[in-house]
């Protein structure tokens, strides 16, 4: 299984280490936050808005990769609220691991002001590896990301963290005060904090967190200064309660919620009972939020307020074999207004962190990680190997590529370490390229083909092919490999892809006397020489084994063996195709469930967005032309879908599967998601009424697993906004 893959990804690697014959000088480009969806990774509780990224909160901000050279800006809405007659705001701006800090300027209190931020200048060509995240709080200052400029190309953006830190705080976990000088009074001064240099982001980082921060300076647990009454409870499960009541959505849950609170509750005469009861309140919050998240309460940083009443909250809760901890972190008062100084919240941070890996995170998690040291040692040693195969020649330079974009997050080193290991100790077996010196470097002219570059996708786990120029194709490969295939056991080959290009492959084979044959796909799916056409998403499967059996090129073992798999885009320029899965498969050809983008869940479809119609529908499944959608009487459907509707998968005059459509936030299955879904998902969560499974699905508007008033005010918002 998965043989043909293996060829597609090794000569992919093959290629992709082999110069470019048509060159383009890089051009510079301006995306806003919609544009650059798939291409950059969120960082702490930003959000992305329409064309834009909020980012309030301190440590929020974002991440990407890019391969070009020169200056890079990022275009954002800021508005500064004047503390200490200073009107501006911070952030840390990482570029290839080496951290700065960007003071931002405004003219005028409380007003929005465009702004162009230069995150680097004058970069060498090569991979690079931007990071912004905010300095200050969002007490004193908004911002929202509107567009990022570079010359250059993306990356496939960094993967997604396998680990997530959510904090819960005050001026403490947002260092406040942590770089005070000592000589102002003005100590509250947006100079002296910085967000990103605090215990729990520090800690988390270490580990290889995305560290998620709501905190606002001057609040508590139960009762803060200052704070109308608000308290850390109410604002956790919104994004940002200082701009407006968006709910955060909670999309990934954390895996660890650290709280450090009891500071402000001090001041203002919290007894200890009523603490006790409210972290109690807070912890059981941090687990509904993120259920089977580990829940840390942290004291001490400016003095060891309610210890006693959040042990006992802990204890009751069930203490660590439940998942709940209390930690001590050491003084510091160093910083402006007592708080703790930078130092101080380093030695701070090494006391979390270790505490976290010995009493609070699984073996698992802390044994998946490395540094850099160690993945340079190994690229070192395996670059020493002689006569590399192609697998190790690409692990090879994809460990490479990670250390030129990142020197810090242990678990991308760890996985690039484990590639390289696998690679190594031939963990992927059967695939075995011919030298390069072999293989001619210039393209030959072909009338009508054009030339192809292969590239690994951005996609883990599939080969791309994308067509760059009139006029050229690509030179043969062989890939000679001693698997084989059993046509009688797995006589279907079974191409999964996606794209806009028309496309075609010719497969290479050794016949039952020898010799080597080729067949197009085109041909095995019976339309001879014509192209394969272009399909935004498609599911493929060819009868290679009748096909080699009628030509009579299999032997009685039903073994035939797969040379090589030449694969070209033709048509026009900038066209795509990405292969997620070429493999042989045995069984029936025809399809016998509901398969594709879209899945099926308790008999319904995943909430589709408002507004897809049945043909959008069909398209985003297999054998769209095998599908069919009804309405609530039976009569077929083409333009907008609405919650109750049927999908159908019909084969030869046979129904074999159907589900049911779920519209998101049509729960009167109108196609609209109104006030009236708004008022029935209020009666549905009070029980006054009753929903069927497809319509307390789309009532789940949030989609976070419950019904309950904040999908019905999203419903609302939504439709005063829109």
């Known amino acids: 299984m998965k043989r043909l893959l293996s060829i597609l990804l090794a000569v992919s690697l093959l290629i992709a280490c082999m110069p470019m014959m048509i060159s383009a000088a890089p051009t510079e480009r301006t995306l806003n936050f919609a544009q650059l969806s798939g291409g950059y990774r969120v960082l702490g509780r930003a959000l992305p808005y329409q064309n834009q990224l909020l980012m309030d909160n301190v440590a929020s901000g974002f991440e990407f990769y890019f391969n070009g050279s020169g200056t890079v800006t990022f275009n954002a809405s800021v508005m500064c609220i004047n503390w200490g007659n200073e009107l501006a705001q911070y952030f840390t701006v990482v570029v290839d691991g080496v951290r700065t800090r960007v003071r931002v300027e405004s003219a005028e209190h409380a007003k929005y002001e465009a702004k162009n931020i230069v995150l680097a200048e004058n970069l060498a060509s090569g991979d690079h590896h931007i990071e912004v995240y905010r300095q200050t709080e969002a007490s004193q200052s908004f911002c929202v990301g509107n567009a990022v400029t570079f010359t250059g190309t993306l990356l496939p953006p960094p993967p997604k963290a396998p680990l997530t830190i959510d904090v819960i705080g005050d001026s403490i976990s947002g260092g406040y005060g942590s770089l005070w000088d000592g000589t102002s009074h003005q100590g509250f001064h947006p100079k002296y904090q910085d967000g990103t240099s605090t215990y729990a982001f520090l800690a988390g980082k270490a580990l290889g967190a995305d560290v998620r921060v709501c905190q606002v300076s001057g609040y508590g647990c139960v009762r803060g200064q200052n704070t109308n009454g608000e308290n850390m409870q109410m604002l956790y499960p919104y994004l940002c309660l200082c701009r407006d009541e968006t709910p955060y959505p909670f999309d990934t849950l954390a895996d660890v919620v650290v709280i450090n609170l009891g500071t402000n509750d001090s001041r203002v005469g919290v007894s200890a009972a009523e603490f006790q009861v409210g972290s109690k309140e807070l912890m059981q919050l941090a687990r509904e939020k993120n259920p089977g998240a580990k829940i840390v309460w942290c004291t001490g ?306 909430a589709l967005t408002r507004g897809t119609t049945a043909e959008e529908l069909k398209n985003a499944m297999d054998h769209s032309e095998m599908l069919t959608v009804t309405d609530k009487n039976g009569n077929a459907v083409s333009g907008k879908l609405a919650t109750g509707m049927t999908l159908t998968l019909t084969v030869n005059g046979t129904a074999v599967d159907s589900a049911t459509v779920v519209v998101s936030g049509d729960v009167n299955g109108d196609g609209e998601a109104s006030t009236t879904d708004a008022r029935m998902m209020i009666l549905y969560k009070l029980e006054v009424t009753t929903l069927n499974t497809a319509s307390a699905s789309a009532a789940d508007y949030n989609r976070d697993g419950d019904v309950n008033t904040l999908d019905a005010r999203q419903v609302l918002l939504d439709n005063l906004i829109g």
Not at 534 to 547: A, I
């Open 301 to 606: 940083m400016m003095g060891t307020f309610y210890a006693d009443a959040v042990q006992a909250s802990v204890n009751e809760l069930g203490g660590a074999d439940s998942g709940f901890y209390f930690v001590n972190l050491p003084y510091g008062g160093s910083g402006a207004g007592a708080h703790p100084a930078a130092s101080e919240h380093k030695a701070a941070a090494a006391v979390l962190q270790n505490y976290l890996e010995t009493s609070v995170l699984p073996c698992a998690v802390l044994a998946a990680q490395t540094d850099a040291a160690v993945l340079r040692a190994a690229v070192e040693e395996a670059s020493a190997i002689a006569n590399p195969s192609a697998v190790l020649r690409g692990a090879i330079d994809r460990a490479k590529t990670e250390l030129s974009v990142n020197t810090t997050d242990p678990y991308r080193l760890y996985q690039r370490l484990s590639d390289l290991q696998a690679a190594k100790d031939a963990t992927w077996k059967g695939v075995s390229l011919m030298p390069k010196e072999y293989i001619t470097d210039t393209p030959v002219a072909s009338d009508g083909v054009s030339y192809v570059w292969p590239y690994y996708a951005q996609e883990e786990g599939s080969v791309a092919l994308y067509k760059g120029g009139e006029g050229f194709f690509w030179p043969s490969l062989i890939t000679p490999i001693g698997e084989t295939v059993d046509v009688d056991e797995t006589p279907y080959l079974h191409l999964d892809f996606t794209g806009t290009a028309t496309f075609n492959a010719t497969i290479a084979y050794r016949t039952a006397g020898g010799e080597i044959a080729h067949v197009k796909l085109s041909e095995l799916a019976g339309k001879g020489d014509n192209d394969l056409s272009p399909q935004e998403q498609e599911t493929m499967t060819f009868d290679f084994g009748t096909y080699v059996k009628n030509q009579g090129h299999v032997g009685d073992n039903g073994l035939v063996s797969i040379v090589s798999c030449q694969m070209f885009v033709v048509g026009d320029i900038d066209q795509v195709i990405i292969l997620r899965s070429c493999d042989f498969v045995g069984g029936s050809s025809e399809p016998t469930a509901l398969t594709g983008s879209y899945k099926v869940n308790n008999g319904c479809l995943e």
